[in-house]
């Protein structure tokens, strides 16, 4: 075991009456991200009674289970020693990862807020869309809404917080900023987080046999186009998304 | 196959039933009806194991079956007629072909729900009818509409079933969260002392609560790490002003959250009206475990306690003898 025993994580706690959550971190940082999907893999493999389902956020792991059949303690004990079992910040990166490339129009009326999120990170708007569009993020959750990615990590220049208040719409497609991290919005939604870029992907297809685009673990990037290349993307079933398997 | 033909409604009717669940990992909440109370009690009052019906928010619409429908009515009391007769909520009726049923605003609470002998055949997305319009799965039903209904085995109507009251807001019971400790202790003691009201805002997804008072905005609220939300979670956006997260609510959020309401009170968050106070109060885990016990408890014994509408005098006699063995014949209906 490799883990600092100073930062209190690996932390199990309770959520509500039938959850429980495995915290490898309390910010969002690679390994634990890294611990937290492989920790999910392992726990499903595992399939201890009583787990009703799980899933992971950023850095932990969420366990729903039955509370009038499982003692929270006796699933908390279960799933502590599943963590000693191996260094879960040293483990591999799930596999079957893609690079995925999706085309994005940065500010104008299409992402009103591009001007405002690049003074909140200290850049002018060309320099804000230079940043955003030669990143490479990882996908490290999917959450919020179905197939929704969160991605990280942005250079530190984005640590902006979120919205006081909530932006009362925007609409499937919107990409947007906050804490270092991108969302690509899969549905239309309130969001307190700053709308900068539009682009036409289509993540939750629920009609299809694969649902849901993206995975975690996937590498995307958002490179800069045209309103009429984008315009020209919405009538592309993909949405101008492409993907290749990373080796 | 037989339709329930709906010649007008409201904006919020949808086919709910109890949601999906499984797909929490990629980012789907469970959805299906925000008073799951009210699918049990129409199952119970037309004897079926259907979990389906029509939830209708705030107002009704008018309906009508080319056959012979069972039809019961549960959550929010609606003003409700059958040709123009008045149709009593709570309880289960018989609809002649080709009648029209219609249904009005609420009187009291916020979801009505119309159940159906056999409960509706609409096609499934991923694994269930309810529509979750926060996923863009499904539709509001529209004046138009004609809905599958599935095939009924018969039963008795006009049944009636006592509702447990949960029109009116009132006390909640709430659990801690993962960021009640990041609140100072007077904060919270302020939060169970303080009344709400709750918004007119108010949705599938979670209903607003205006403080009587300052709000409870966190210093730090703003860059909390994005983490898993479930039904219940008491979120509180920068602004101070709670939101209760109903059941089509999204699956990860960074909004800090002061404590999350046991799943046996969301039935009554949910019913709570625009304008009802609202009260919170911290219950120990023991008597959340207790409750929820309760809950599953009296949801098995809904059919046991329902009852003929007329009361015939004739009848009482078996009325009591029923009521009093209810207990015994809890254990052999569907949970």
Same mark, same amino acid.
């Given at each position: 075991?490799?883990?600092?025993?100073?930062?209190?994580?690996?932390?199990?706690?309770?959520?509500?009456?039938?959850?429980?959550?495995?915290?490898?971190?309390?910010?969002?940082?690679?390994?634990?991200?890294?611990?937290?999907?492989?920790?999910?893999?392992?726990?499903?493999?595992?399939?201890?009674?009583?787990?009703?389902?799980?899933?992971?956020?950023?850095?932990?792991?969420?366990?729903?289970?039955?509370?009038?059949?499982?003692?929270?303690?006796?699933?908390?004990?279960?799933?502590?020693?599943?963590?000693?079992? =191996?260094?879960?910040?040293?483990?591999?990166?799930?596999?079957?990862?893609?690079?995925?490339?999706?085309?994005?129009?940065?500010?104008?009326?299409?992402?009103?807020?591009?001007?405002?999120?690049?003074?909140?990170?200290?850049?002018?708007?060309?320099?804000?869309?230079?940043?955003?569009? =030669?990143?490479?993020?990882?996908?490290?959750?999917?959450?919020?809404?179905?197939?929704?990615?969160?991605?990280?990590?942005?250079?530190?220049?984005?640590?902006?917080?979120?919205?006081?208040?909530?932006?009362?719409?925007?609409?499937?497609?919107?990409?947007?900023?906050?804490?270092?991290?991108?969302?690509?919005?899969?549905? +239309?939604?309130?969001?307190?987080?700053?709308?900068?870029? =539009?682009?036409?992907?289509?993540?939750?297809?629920?009609?299809?046999?694969?649902?849901?685009?993206?995975?975690?673990?996937?590498?995307?990037?958002?490179?800069?186009? +045209?309103?009429?290349?984008?315009?020209?993307?919405?009538?592309?079933?993909?949405?101008?998304?492409?993907?290749?398997?990373?080796? | 196959?037989?339709?329930?033909?709906?010649?007008?409604?409201?904006?919020?009717?949808?086919?709910?039933?109890?949601?999906?669940?499984?797909?929490?990992?990629?980012?789907?909440?469970?959805?299906?009806?925000?008073?799951?109370?009210?699918?049990? @009690?129409?199952?119970?009052?037309?004897?079926?194991?259907?979990?389906?019906?029509?939830?209708?928010?705030?107002?009704?619409?008018?309906?009508?079956?080319?056959?012979?429908?069972?039809?019961?009515?549960?959550?929010?009391?609606?003003?409700?007629?059958?040709?123009?007769?008045?149709? #009593?909520?709570?309880?289960?009726?018989?609809?002649?072909?080709?009648?029209?049923?219609?249904?009005?605003?609420?009187?009291?609470?916020?979801?009505?729900?119309?159940?159906?002998?056999?409960?509706?055949?609409?096609?499934?997305?991923?694994?269930?009818?309810?529509?979750?319009?926060?996923?863009?799965?499904?539709?509001?039903?529209?004046?138009?509409?004609?809905?599958?209904?599935?095939?009924?085995?018969?039963?008795?109507?006009?049944?009636?079933?006592?509702?447990?009251?949960?029109?009116?807001?009132?006390?909640? #019971?709430?659990?801690?969260?993962?960021?009640?400790?990041?609140?100072?202790?007077?904060?919270?003691?302020?939060?169970?002392?303080?009344?709400?009201?709750?918004?007119?805002?108010?949705? #599938?997804?979670?209903?607003?609560?205006?403080?009587?008072?300052?709000?409870?905005?966190?210093?730090?609220?703003?860059?909390?790490?994005?983490?898993?939300?479930?039904?219940?979670?008491?979120?509180?956006?920068?602004?101070?002003?709670?939101?209760?997260?109903?059941? @089509?609510?999204?699956?990860?959020?960074?909004?800090?959250?002061?404590?999350?309401?046991?799943?046996?009170?969301?039935?009554?968050?949910?019913?709570?009206?625009?304008?009802?106070?609202?009260?919170?109060?911290?219950?120990?885990?023991?008597?959340?475990?207790?409750?929820?016990?309760?809950?599953?408890?009296?949801?098995?014994?809904?059919?046991?306690?329902?009852?003929?509408?007329?009361?015939?005098?004739?009848?009482?006699?078996?009325? $009591?003898?029923?009521? $009093?063995?209810?207990?015994?014949?809890?254990?052999?209906?569907?949970?």
């Amino acid at each position: 075991m490799t883990i600092p025993s100073d930062t209190g994580f690996p932390r199990i706690d309770s959520v509500g009456l039938d959850g429980l959550l495995v915290r490898f971190g309390e910010t969002l940082d690679e390994p634990a991200n890294r611990a937290a999907l492989a920790f999910r893999a392992a726990l499903e493999r595992a399939g201890p009674d009583g787990v009703e389902e799980c899933s992971t956020s950023l850095v932990s792991c969420y366990v729903r289970f039955d509370p009038l059949a499982v003692a929270p303690e006796d699933l908390s004990a279960r799933l502590g020693a599943l963590v000693k079992t =191996q260094d879960w910040y040293a483990a591999a990166l799930p596999e079957g990862r893609r690079l995925v490339t999706i085309p994005a129009v940065y500010g104008t009326d299409l992402a009103p807020q591009l001007a405002e999120a690049a003074a909140a990170a200290g850049m002018s708007e060309e320099e804000a869309i230079t940043s955003l569009s =030669q990143a490479q993020v990882r996908v490290t959750a999917i959450g919020f809404a179905p197939g929704q990615p969160y991605m990280g990590t942005l250079p530190e220049a984005w640590n902006i917080p979120r919205q006081t208040a909530l932006t009362p719409q925007v609409p499937v497609g919107a990409l947007v900023v906050a804490i270092r991290q991108l969302v690509l919005f899969s549905v +239309s939604t309130p969001t307190g987080w700053r709308h900068v870029g =539009q682009t036409a992907a289509r993540l939750f297809q629920p009609e299809s046999e694969t649902p849901f685009l993206l995975r975690p673990g996937d590498e995307v990037r958002f490179p800069a186009v +045209s309103r009429a290349v984008f315009e020209r993307m919405k009538e592309d079933p993909s949405g101008g998304l492409t993907a290749e398997v990373l080796a | 196959m037989s339709v329930l033909r709906v010649l007008s409604c409201g904006p919020g009717v949808t086919v709910q039933d109890r949601g999906r669940a499984g797909f929490l990992a990629q980012g789907l909440s469970r959805g299906g009806a925000v008073d799951r109370l009210a699918l049990e @009690e129409g199952a119970a009052l037309l004897g079926q194991p259907a979990r389906t019906a029509l939830e209708m928010a705030g107002m009704g619409g008018r309906f009508s079956c080319d056959a012979p429908l069972r039809i019961a009515l549960t959550g929010a009391p609606m003003k409700a007629s059958l040709d123009g007769a008045p149709l #009593r909520w709570h309880a289960s009726h018989l609809l002649p072909a080709g009648s029209v049923l219609e249904i009005g605003g609420v009187t009291a609470g916020a979801y009505g729900y119309l159940s159906v002998g056999g409960g509706f055949a609409e096609p499934e997305r991923l694994g269930a009818q309810s529509a979750h319009l926060a996923a863009g799965l499904g539709r509001a039903v529209q004046a138009g509409d004609a809905l599958a209904l599935g095939q009924d085995r018969g039963g008795e109507t006009g049944m009636l079933l006592e509702a447990a009251p949960r029109w009116a807001g009132g006390e909640i #019971r709430i659990l801690p969260s993962l960021q009640t400790d990041l609140y100072p202790r007077a904060e919270q003691t302020r939060f169970e002392q303080m009344e709400f009201t709750r918004d007119a805002r108010a949705n #599938r997804m979670g209903a607003r609560m205006n403080p009587g008072g300052a709000g409870f905005g966190l210093d730090a609220g703003q860059t909390i790490l994005s983490e898993v939300i479930t039904p219940g979670d008491i979120q509180i956006p920068g602004d101070g002003a709670p939101y209760v997260l109903l059941s @089509e609510c999204q699956t990860t959020g960074g909004y800090p959250r002061i404590g999350t309401v046991i799943p046996a009170d969301l039935p009554k968050v949910a019913q709570a009206p625009a304008g009802a106070k609202v009260r919170f109060r911290f219950v120990s885990r023991d008597e959340a475990l207790a409750a929820q016990a309760g809950f599953v408890r009296d949801v098995k014994g809904l059919a046991g306690r329902i009852a003929p509408l007329v009361r015939d005098p004739a009848m009482m006699q078996d009325l $009591l003898s029923y009521t $009093l063995i209810s207990g015994m014949i809890t254990g052999e209906e569907e949970p």
